[in-house]
Structures are given as C-alpha cells and as structure tokens.
C-alpha cells in the first residue's frame, strides 16, 4: 500500500515562513479533508506538493514510495502516481479532452513499464467511455478542446475525469479556486466519492464547510498559521460545520499581552 508522508514541511514564499512544520500521513484508500480559514497556507502545501518554483521548501521532506518527492520534477511526481488536480488548469486549443488524456495515460504507463507502446486506441475508447458513465458525463465532452471556453463547472469534469482515467494512488485537490460555485463543489464531490475505493488516497483541500456535506471524509484536519492544528474524523467536520472557525481562531490565536 503507498502512502505519502509530509514530515515537518516549512516552506517560504518570498523570505516569508508560510507554513511552519506540517506533519500528515495520507495512505491508499483514505479520504482526507484539510481545512482552514482563507490565508492559513492550504494552497501553498498543495503547490509546494506539485513542485511549484515559487514555493521555497525551507525544511522538511515528503516520502512516497521510498522517495522523497521534493527532490522530483512536477512530472515525475505526476507518474510516480501523485495526481494534483490543477496541474493543466490552463484551456490548450487544439487539443481536445480525449487526446490530453491519452496522452496523460501514456506518459504513466510509460513511467511503470518502460517497455509500454502505449494503449492501443480502441483500448483507449472504451475505458474513456466507461469512466465517462461511471461519472454520469456526456460522451461529446471528450471531443471538447481542453477548458476551451469551459465554465467552472466543466473545468471541474475534466479534472475529474482526467483523475478517473489515471487512476492515481494519492489525489490532491485544491478547491478554493475563487470561481468555485455550488454546482463546481458538487461535481468535485460526486466525483471523489464515485472514485474513491482501496487503491486511491485522497486529499481535499477547501475552505468551503459546505464541502462536507458532499463528501464523507475518513479524517478532517484543521490548518490554522502555517499548521495543523487539529485532526480528527467526521465528527470533527460536523463540528466545523456547526461552529465554523472561531472556535479555532480563540484557541490558537495568540492573546496579546497589555
Ligand atoms: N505568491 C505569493 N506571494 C506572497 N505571499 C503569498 C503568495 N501566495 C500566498 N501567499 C501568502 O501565504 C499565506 C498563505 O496563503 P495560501 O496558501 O494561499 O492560503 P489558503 O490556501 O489557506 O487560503 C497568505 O498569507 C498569503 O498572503
Ligand atoms: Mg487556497
């Protein structure tokens, strides 16, 4: 079973300490929720775990399969089976979904077998078709040029496709993109709980409480200041939902003195 370890992650943007020493464990078949008010350093773990330049690890590994992944190009990490959901996020004219996605496939057989020709197209046709259904997504979007002129919602359906079709071991999401509505959430969500099963991990990211009303994760964890401040299971969520993140600011917030 792989797992990806983050061992004690500080990272800097700029000289600036953003997140301050981040311990979590994410195994194969596990849903995890990372949540935490807006500015707490969510998206810098999950841009820091894509191996974006701007993010300067400062101290700190991230183990996955007996390799510590910060030491791997964002590609690598990618067919080392670590799927990060907005990779691609930019629209590529010209190429539609199909073709990106074969591609995709290709490049992570290629990386587990070096001998791999490649999936033979017929092969490549009806496994898009049958992830297509699970996903209850019309066949005519595989057709579509990728995020061309897509809304939020069908950006979201590539994703999730594109995470269907590679079957990583450990997913990671960052969903606080601004434009994220209600319907966007929802098909994140569907889509996660559809896909999830023994050989996937995953790690949602979100601000959103709402997320979890979607999604039933085996384990919540809290980011406040550049930590994780608390972790728990469902109940946790249920907490937050119900009280949302006062109760975090009072208890980690430093209390000024005089
Ligand atoms: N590119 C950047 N340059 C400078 N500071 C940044 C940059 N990105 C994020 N930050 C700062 O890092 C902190 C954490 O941001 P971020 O990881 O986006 O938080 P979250 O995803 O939890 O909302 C914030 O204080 C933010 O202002
Ligand atoms: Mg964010």
């Known amino acids: 079973m792989s797992e990806l370890v983050i061992k004690n992650l500080q990272v800097s943007i700029d000289d600036n300490e953003i997140l301050k020493g981040v311990n979590l464990t994410v195994k194969q078949g596990e849903i995890h929720a990372l949540m935490g008010p807006n500015g707490t350093g969510k998206s810098t773990l999950a841009y820091t775990l894509m191996g974006h330049p701007h993010y300067k690890v400062t101290a700190g590994e991230v183990w996955f399969k007996e390799e510590n992944i910060l030491e791997m190009k964002p590609d690598e990490r990618a067919r080392k089976g670590i799927f990060l959901a907005f990779q691609y996020p930019v629209a590529i004219p010209g190429v539609t979904v199909a073709n990106f996605l074969r591609t995709a496939m290709n490049a992570r057989r290629k990386a587990q077998n070096p001998e791999d020709k490649g999936i033979p197209l017929p092969e490549f046709r009806k496994l898009l078709k049958e992830k297509m259904d699970i996903l209850q997504m019309d066949h005519v979007f595989a057709g579509r040029y990728l995020n061309d002129g897509f809304s939020g919602g069908e950006k979201k359906r590539a994703e999730i496709l594109q995470m269907a079709t590679l079957e990583p071991e450990i997913a990671i999401l960052d969903e606080t993109d601004s434009g994220l509505d209600i319907d966007a959430l929802r098909i994140v969500a569907e889509g996660v709980n559809t896909l999830t099963g023994p050989d996937m991990g995953v790690l949602i990211i979100t601000h959103y409480q ?19 401040v608390e972790s728990g299971g469902p109940e946790l969520a249920l907490k937050l939902e119900d009280q949302g993140y006062d109760w975090i600011r009072e208890k980690y917030d430093s209390v000024p003195v005089g």
């Open 210 to 228: 709402r997320l979890l009303n979607y999604i039933k994760p085996d384990f919540v964890h809290v980011m406040y200041n550049g930590l994780i």
